[in-house]
């Protein structure tokens, strides 16, 4: 069992040809709703891969919870320690995106949600595997420092965050720390992602990561760093793709497979997400995963 922690979204998807160079009106290509969130995507990702998981989530009492339940209870995927705050709006986002499968986002978190600061119950066993997501940092820091006196497994998801105590502790009791190219170069204040890889190192010898999208991953494990390139793909929507490569790093983590295994199964889910549309409905299987990945270049280590 694999769960993951961290904010839902219902998000509105508005697809557009191109982004303007200024604001004007545009004639919308199609309109979806789908849900989202690193942590919730990740939980899809999780289960269509073979794995059971659960999602530890915050809803709001309105009709984006109904939603985003129903799609939860589809794949059979466990919410029931999720917290619902009454009279509270579900956290929402816009996204525009386009024919490129680039997109722009504004997202919405009503002030009482966040506020929110009740703790769900959690049942840690060594059967599990945490992901986490520090858009909830109470929730994120509890688990990774519970997680790190227990021995078990925790990939904590580290992108747009804010760089604080609650952070750095996480980071530190986290087992698999990964970073965003922004989130980490912003965390380290380095211009190098390599160096940002070796000085986190420095400071505490385990496992850190870096995902830069079709520049593929790098990492660093027992002081040695690695770079997995990302294969060669038609984008049509990148949205959720790092969510997904989230989601397959713990599942095959969870499985035993080593980093490098893990990485590069992990890439490839990312990678064919990215080839298709659809959200949630675009993640691959286990099989297809399998024989995409059979295209990938050697991981090789930089020296």
């Given at each position: 069992?694999?769960?993951?922690?961290?904010?839902?979204?219902l998000d509105r998807v508005v697809k557009i040809d191109s982004?303007?160079?200024?604001?004007?009106?545009?004639?919308?290509?199609?309109?979806?709703?789908?849900?989202?969130?690193?942590?919730?995507?990740?939980?899809?990702?999780?289960?269509?891969?073979?794995?059971?998981s659960e999602l530890v989530s915050r809803f709001g009492d309105d009709d984006a919870a109904e939603f985003l339940q129903s799609e939860l209870d589809e794949y059979n995927i466990n919410f029931e320690n999720s917290i619902t705050v009454n009279g509270a709006l579900s956290s929402q986002s816009h996204i525009f995106e386009d024919n490129h499968g680039e997109r722009m986002l504004a997202v919405f978190n009503e002030k009482k949600l966040l506020e929110e600061k009740t703790l769900p119950n959690f049942n840690f066993t060594n059967e599990q595997t945490y992901l986490i997501d520090t858009h909830w940092i109470e929730a994120a820091h509890y688990v990774a420092k519970n997680t790190h006196e227990r021995g078990i497994k925790c990939v904590v998801d580290l992108d747009n965050f804010t760089k604080s105590t609650a952070v750095d502790e996480t980071i530190n009791y986290s087992s698999h720390p990964i970073f965003s190219e922004t989130g980490l170069l912003q965390y380290t204040n380095d211009n190098s992602v390599i160096d940002s890889l070796k000085n986190l190192y420095k400071s505490n010898n385990k496992f850190y990561a870096v995902t830069l999208g079709s520049k593929g991953v790098y990492w660093i494990d027992n002081g040695?760093?690695?770079?997995?390139?990302?294969?060669?793909?038609?984008?049509v929507e990148t949205n959720g793709a790092g969510d997904v490569f989230h989601g397959a790093f713990a599942r095959f983590i969870h499985a035993n497979k080593t980093i490098q295994e893990s990485i590069e199964l992990a890439t490839a889910a990312a990678s064919l997400k990215c080839s298709r549309s659809g959200g949630i409905r675009s993640i691959p299987d286990y099989n297809e995963l399998i024989e995409f990945s059979s295209q990938f270049k050697p991981t090789t280590e930089i020296k």
């Open positions: 069992m694999i769960t993951c922690v961290g904010p839902i979204f982004f303007p160079k200024k604001p004007i009106k545009l004639v919308a290509k199609g309109l979806e709703k789908r849900l989202g969130g690193p942590a919730a995507v990740a939980s899809f990702a999780v289960t269509i891969l073979g794995e059971s040695r760093v690695f770079h997995c390139s990302a294969p060669k793909i038609n984008a």
